[in-house]
């Protein structure tokens, strides 16, 4: 005998699913069989999402951030020392004092700045003067800002001498009436990439710790935070398909520019080479914080490029002696921190300095269908963000097992009015996918057992508004509202295309050649879809809003929602199975889906709690 899940599914997946199983063959009928008990977990799919945020780097080492680990000083050898194991993650280059071998912590209730040297073990503290806020740290330097926005407002550099006192450096060549933007990124030990606006005009300046004196550049630098990188002798950025290079001699120089393509973020400048990251759009949706991208190296002689890295996510740091360091690598289990250096003769060199510690998740399932022995489910990866259909096999007879995942293809939730599809299971290894509306995207399509998306439409004469039930050869297909409130639904024969029949009754479920279609609220009748012949109707009770109705064989499963209380199921609350059974047949198997994030579903004994 086949069986076929009494759970059709569920829109939130569970740390356990528990799914009840009737054993029937895939006809109308008996859903009688040999009593046969069983359970089966599915473990959870894993996969590695690596969080390395490169903060700052100086001549011995450089701070990153990994989870679970914290903040991380790691030497060029690959030696780490924790830091600070309880920062969270953070991306403030020019706040934990860029391009030294100084580690700075800003303490914002204590107004104190700790910078700690670690080549020297040295630890000094910085208290910020009343009226001043804190901007950044660069080097051993603290920058702050003090006045009044508009009117007078200046940086400050706050440098601690050998008897460890703190001397006080107002910046010189700050216009007055401007307003000062918070830090950016863009800074090491020598001074820091600025922007403040005076007016309605928004100008981009060099601050220069050494010097005391902010320069105001001649030119704009449109673009801003990925595609922008300071390296130890030239500010670049990219814009609008060209890249713009300023040597760090005269910043108030015209720029260098060049025609490039396909920029995702510019990473830095090695020598006379880019180094940018490009999306790889077979890896996942465009997101710079996901390990999508990949790293060439793009000669600014005009060469050919070269590929660095295979994947690589978030920023990378330059290092003082003009090299740059980036995270990535083959693959996520593959993760660490290379460094990019000038080669001898021209061109680049690639070395690994540190492995990284990528955090273990699982794949989150959204949706599932268990039909025939065939585990259906809905699932994201979190390394790409993108979702994907897969399916298991659990067997048809005996006691379930955990057969291998296969790919159906990538799926779009973008695509959906309501974020993903509806899927329903034949039971003879085909699933009909359709949204819950009238676009395109959203009309009902059949999957073969071993097809992959997007499979084939299912009646493209007619456009329909979803699918509505599907078992064996059979979708009911419902089509829009019309204008007097009614929706026609029309059960299709998947293998010839025809419309064998056609209601404007809701449709609730079909089983073989039965479609249970509804009366008022509370009564569901059954209607032969080959002859038109309707059977005995089904009364659930008075005030029963019929809810989740569900046929299998002789089998029905629902529940009644209040009609006067009813209110929306909120977000991640643990789902209940129908608790009410009729029909006949008593023996049911469980399958548990394990670890894919969610809560516990509560699962109804069937076997005991129906009802005849």
């Known amino acids: 005998m086949g069986r076929r899940a ?86 403030e280059v020019t706040g934990a004092g860029a391009g030294s071998d100084v580690v700075a912590r800003y303490d914002g209730s204590a107004r104190t700045v700790t ?18 806020a804190y901007f950044s740290t660069l080097g051993s330097t603290v920058v702050t800002t003090a006045g009044t926005p508009g009117t007078d407002a200046v940086w400050h550099l706050l440098d601690v001498r050998d008897d460890g006192s703190v001397a006080d450096r107002t910046v010189e060549g700050v216009p007055s009436g401007v307003y000062l933007s918070s830090p950016s990124s863009l800074g090491d030990a020598h001074g820091q990439v600025v922007r403040y606006r005076k007016g309605d005009d928004d100008f981009t300046g060099w601050l220069d710790v050494e010097q005391g004196r902010l320069t105001t550049l001649p030119y704009a630098v449109r673009s801003w935070y990925s595609l922008v990188a300071l390296s130890s002798t030239h500010l670049v950025w990219w814009y609008d398909g060209t890249l713009h290079i300023a040597s760090r001699k005269d910043l108030t120089a015209a720029p260098r520019t060049m025609p490039l393509a396909d920029v995702g973020q510019v990473l830095g400048l090695v020598g006379d080479t880019v180094v940018v990251s490009r999306y790889d759009s077979s890896l996942g949706r465009y997101d710079t914080g996901l390990p999508v991208w990949r790293v060439d190296a793009v000669p600014l002689d005009g060469s050919a490029p070269r590929t660095l890295l295979a994947r690589t996510s978030r920023q990378a740091v330059p290092t003082p002696d003009g090299g740059l360091l980036v995270p990535g690598g083959a693959g996520t289990d593959q993760w660490g921190v290379s460094l990019v250096e000038p080669a001898e003769g021209g061109g680049v060199t690639v070395r690994r300095v540190a492995d990284a510690y990528p955090r273990t998740t699982v794949h989150s399932v959204s949706q599932l269908t268990l039909t025939q022995g065939r585990l259906t489910t809905v699932e994201k990866d979190p390394e790409g963000e993108w979702t994907y259909l897969h399916t298991r096999e659990t067997g048809a007879t005996g006691s379930p097992t955990v057969g291998a995942r296969t790919t159906r293809g990538r799926i779009a939730p973008e695509n959906y009015a309501q974020g993903g599809p509806r899927l329903l299971d034949t039971g003879d290894g085909r699933t009909v996918i359709s949204g819950y509306g009238t676009s395109t995207a959203q009309q009902p399509y059949v999957l073969g057992p071993t097809q992959s998306l997007p499979g084939t439409r299912i009646d493209s004469s007619r456009v329909y508004r979803s699918a509505t039930a599907a078992s064996g050869r059979f979708a009911a297909l419902t089509r829009p509202w019309a204008s007097d409130g009614t929706a026609e639904t029309r059960v299709v024969d998947l293998d010839s295309g025809r419309t064998v029949f056609t209601t404007t009754d809701g449709v609730r479920a079909l089983w073989g050649t039965t479609l249970w279609v509804m009366s008022g609220n509370d009564t569901a009748v059954p209607v032969d879809v080959l002859t038109g012949r309707r059977g005995e109707p089904v009364w659930f009770g008075n005030g029963c809003l019929l809810n989740d109705f569900q046929a299998v064989g002789r089998w029905l499963l629902w529940n009644c929602v209040p009609q006067r209380r009813a209110r929306p199921v909120q977000q991640r609350r643990p789902a209940r199975l129908p608790a009410r059974v009729r029909g006949g047949g008593d023996a049911f198997h469980r399958v548990h889906l394990v670890g894919h994030g969610l809560e516990p579903v509560r699962h109804a004994d069937l076997a005991r709690g129906h009802q005849r």
Do not use: C, K, N
Request: aromatic share 4%; glycine share 14%.
């Open 6 to 91: 009494l759970v059709r599914g569920a829109t939130a997946a569970a740390v356990s699913f528990t799914l009840a199983l009737g054993l029937g063959p895939l006809t109308v009928g008996s859903a009688h069989g040999e009593t046969a008990t069983g359970e089966v977990t599915v473990p959870a799919t894993a996969a590695l999402l690596p969080q390395t945020s490169l903060l700052s780097a100086g001549p011995s080492g450089f701070l990153r951030y990994e989870s679970g680990r914290g903040r991380l000083w790691t030497t060029y050898d690959g030696v780490d020392t924790v830091v600070d194991g309880s920062a969270t993650a953070g991306t």
């Open 115 to 132: 910078l700690r040297d670690m080549t020297s073990g040295r630890v000094s503290e910085v208290a910020l003067p009343d009226g001043q």
